[in-house]
């Protein structure tokens, strides 16, 4: 049976209402997934805000303690990581370089540039029978001092992969000059780039001083203090 030119016109009207209804559904279910994930985002950042990072220097080839600042019972694990998770030895007595020590600090050895960056330190304790969770996290920033040769290149083993700058500051300056980024790259025709090393050639004492690096928020990976070699004595 054939429809009306009027029923016609009331199945196209019903069809469009309900193609409206159904966008107004599908909308409204992602504004809510947005508005759920948002939240949970909101509650992330403002518990990660409650926990500032601390500021640690350790020196190269030397030891650095990760403080858990918590002075209660003995915590049985602890979880330190990174980009990854970091395997800590649970016990004193153990020969590893990344160790616990007392209740829940933990002992970095024999520090190198690699270990510069930020760790997050996590563990579990009871509190009236409710198991509490803290969070602990660190900016370890990892110290040297060198000597270079007047006339020979000063090689400096600092580009990190989250190395964002190389700044110089000379003996006799109170600022900081920028030796290289990750967008710009060398900022010296004496400065090049070789197996990962920042290579000064032709090291001269406007070299000396202080060499920072900074990761991308600028907050400080590497320092390094050069100074001038002193020459040998003639026999």
């Given at each position: 049976m054939a429809l009306s030119g009027q029923q016609r016109r009331l199945l196209r009207n019903h069809q469009t209402l309900l193609s409206k209804r159904i966008e107004a559904i599908k909308i409204n279910k992602r504004n809510a997934m947005f508005n759920g994930s948002?939240?949970?985002?909101?509650?992330?950042?403002?518990?990660y805000s409650e926990t500032s990072a601390s500021l640690l220097v350790g020196i190269k080839g030397g030891d650095v303690t990760l403080p858990c600042e918590y002075e209660g019972s003995e915590i049985p694990d602890i979880d330190l990581r990174r980009s990854e998770i970091i395997l800590v030895c649970q016990t004193e007595e153990c020969s590893c370089r990344v160790c616990k020590k007392e209740t829940c600090n933990v002992v970095i050895k024999n520090l190198s540039f690699?270990?510069?960056?930020?760790?997050?330190?996590r563990f579990n304790y009871s509190d009236n029978h409710?198991?509490?969770?803290?969070t602990r996290i660190y900016q370890l920033?990892?110290?040297?001092?060198?000597?270079?040769k007047i006339g020979e290149e000063l090689k400096l083993d600092v580009l990190l992969?989250?190395?964002?700058?190389?700044?110089?500051?000379?003996?006799?300056s109170t600022g900081w000059k920028e030796d290289w980024s990750r967008?710009?790259?060398v900022q010296s025709e004496r400065m090049t780039i070789r197996d990962g090393n920042l290579i000064v050639n032709e090291f001269t004492p406007r070299d000396a001083g202080s060499y920072r690096v900074l990761d991308p928020d600028g907050e400080p990976?590497?320092?390094v203090k050069v100074r001038v070699q002193s020459k040998e004595k003639l026999n």
């Open positions: 948002y939240l949970l985002f909101l509650l992330c950042l403002v518990k690699s270990d510069a960056g930020m760790y997050i330190l409710t198991v509490q969770e803290q920033c990892v110290d040297d001092e060198i000597s270079a992969p989250d190395a964002d700058k190389v700044q110089h500051q000379s003996r006799r967008t710009d790259g990976l590497i320092t």
